[in-house]
């Protein structure tokens, strides 16, 4: 597989975002040991949640806020070059930080955003009615958010896929980190109770196709009837995976798209990693 073909492209650069709460210790482990086994330039991003109002009403506060942030990432860094590896870090002050972690990525090239699951964290507090769907809007790379207690995968990688253009490219994500570390593969398709045969027979080549793909890979295939989210957790479950892979649409329908999805349902639902690739 080529470096093309996968949508975490060379994992050159990965970003780390980090709001310094329990939620993200996860991502933290993670990215750190995920930089040191690929050889990736870690660069970590802490931004400062803020409105304008608190800007301009309460600048003592926001510069203390970020000079607070700049010392926990500077730990960080300091974690980072102690295990061998190169760092960068950067703190940014928005009222929007799923659109600054997205726009960050971008101006890096970064292949792939880390981050906790941020249902309780500072961003949720702070911004209410804002969700995980923000960065998917506006993401621009591949993005895995990791549950607090969880890990880098460590067992087996499982991707779901539907056939299309970004089911491929999500078994192409996945056969890409399966290699890299070295661990089996689990690719499934689900169709919907009462489906026509060429349904059946779509789910079956897109498990084929992920067979193929996955070459040497050791390798697990299943087409099953069913609600798509509930059948992907119960069979990750099953096989004991750690990394659930998805794929979306990029910005061009990820916005009207992930919403309510299948991605939406298991990333909220998940006890382990989540990792959607997005092709843009």
């Known amino acids: 597989m080529t470096d093309s073909q996968s949508p975490l492209g060379q994992l050159q650069d990965v970003l780390l975002a980090t709001d310094a709460s329990e939620n993200s210790q996860a991502a933290e482990a993670a990215a750190l040991e995920l930089a040191s086994r690929v050889g990736a330039r870690l660069h970590i991003l802490r931004v400062v949640v803020t409105t304008p109002e608190q800007a301009a009403e309460m600048p003592r506060w926001v510069a203390e806020a970020g000079d607070e942030a700049k010392a926990y990432i500077d730990g960080l860094k300091e974690r980072a070059v102690a295990q061998g590896l190169s760092a960068d870090t950067y703190v940014r002050t928005s009222s929007d930080p799923y659109g600054e972690i997205a726009a960050t990525a971008q101006k890096l090239g970064c292949g792939l955003i880390m981050l906790g699951r941020h249902e309780r964290s500072e ?14 809007e506006k993401a621009r790379c591949s993005v895995m958010m990791l549950p607090a207690g969880t890990t880098l995968p460590t067992a087996r990688i499982l991707v779901a896929t539907d056939g299309s253009e970004f089911g491929d490219a999500a ?8 290699g890299r570390l070295q661990l ?12 026509a045969d060429d349904v059946h027979a779509q789910a079956y080549d897109a498990v084929a196709r992920a067979q193929e793909a996955a070459g040497s890979i050791p390798f697990d295939g299943r087409t099953l009837e069913g609600k798509p989210a509930e059948a992907i957790l119960e069979v990750a479950a099953e096989t004991g995976a750690d990394l659930i892979v998805l794929g979306s649409l990029g910005r061009s329908g990820l916005g009207r798209l992930f919403m309510g999805s299948v991605a939406q349902k298991v990333v909220s639902g998940s006890p382990c990693a989540v990792l959607v690739t997005i092709r843009t």
Do not use: C, E, H, W
């Open 123 to 136: 961003f949720a507090r702070l911004l209410k009615g804002q969700t995980i769907n923000r960065l998917m």
């Open 184 to 195: 089996p593969l689990t690719a499934v398709s689900v169709y919907a109770p009462g489906s």
């Open 171 to 178: 078994v192409a994500g996945a056969v890409d980190l399966a």
